[in-house]
T-cell receptor, first 113, second 116 residues
Framework: GDSVTQMEGPVTLSEEAFLTINCTYT??????LFWYVQYPGEGLQLLLK?????DKGSNKGFEATYRKETTSFHLEKGSVQVSDSAVYFC????????????FGKGTKLSVIP | EPEVTQTPSHQVTQMGQEVILRCVPI?????FYWYRQILGQKVEFLVS????????KSEIFDDQFSVERPDGSNFTLKIRSTKLEDSAMYFC??????????????FGQGTRLTVV
């Protein structure tokens, strides 16, 4: 079945540091890929998405590129802020069935001033 | 901006009791979902609902669980006889599920269920 593997956390960075959170996936079909973010005490919010190979999703300074050849969708941000502290989930949705999401385990990011 | 709303935000129940978690999906969406997140663990798919019936369910979604869309706007998850291990955050989500690739799901804020 489908699966998503994320780098283990927690990750602690200083403000303005560069962020990379690795994500790789296994899927039987050609999935859409997503990054969701969960701020403390809140629900899941879509951060960005990509629906085909070589697409780059971007939002709020975060970027991720759909790499079909390496089955990866790594999240990057050039300069993190304290307000980026949250748990980040990589997810995929296959294009068959009911489009449900398969999530990775999540990576907790803490940004310190 | 349209959003998915869930009630209650927190529910405490005794083991063996029935609970109903409620959700109002985004009005023009076609697919509805329930996910759960046990504390500190990943978000897990429970069930999807389309065209007034279950379209897929996971192995977690056993006979203790049921879903319903009673009135065209609400979408409910019922747990018949709660167990301690049902304690989790339950997220409702909805999606337009367009085949062009816009299959993003919009999530509610979640209901934290605590079984004591």
């Amino acid at each position: 079945g489908d699966s998503v593997t994320q780098m283990e956390g927690p990750v602690t960075l200083s403000e303005e540091a560069f962020l990379t959170i690795n994500c790789t996936y296994t899927a039987t079909g050609y999935p859409s890929l997503f990054w969701y973010v969960q701020y403390p005490g809140e629900g899941l919010q879509l951060l960005l998405k990509a629906t085909k190979a070589d697409d780059k999703g971007s939002n709020k300074g975060f970027e991720a590129t759909y790499r079909k050849e390496t089955t990866s969708f790594h999240l990057e941000k050039g300069s993190v802020q304290v307000s980026d502290s949250a748990v980040y989930f990589c997810a995929l949705s296959d294009r068959t069935g009911s489009y449900q999401l398969t999530f990775g385990k999540g990576t907790k990011l803490s940004v310190i001033p | 901006e349209p959003e998915v709303t869930q009630t209650p935000s927190h529910q405490v129940t005794q083991m063996g009791q029935e609970v109903i978690l409620r959700c109002v999906p985004i009005s023009n969406h076609l697919y509805f979902y329930w996910y759960r997140q046990i504390l500190g663990q990943k978000v897990e798919f429970l069930v999807s609902f389309y065209n007034n019936e279950i379209s897929e369910k996971s192995e977690i979604f056993d006979d203790q669980f049921s879903v319903e869309r009673p009135d065209g706007s609400n979408f409910t998850l019922k747990i018949r006889s709660t167990k301690l291990e049902d304690s989790a955050m339950y997220f409702c989500a909805s999606s337009e599920a367009r085949r062009s690739g816009g299959t993003e799901a919009f999530f509610g804020q979640g209901t934290r269920l605590t079984v004591v």
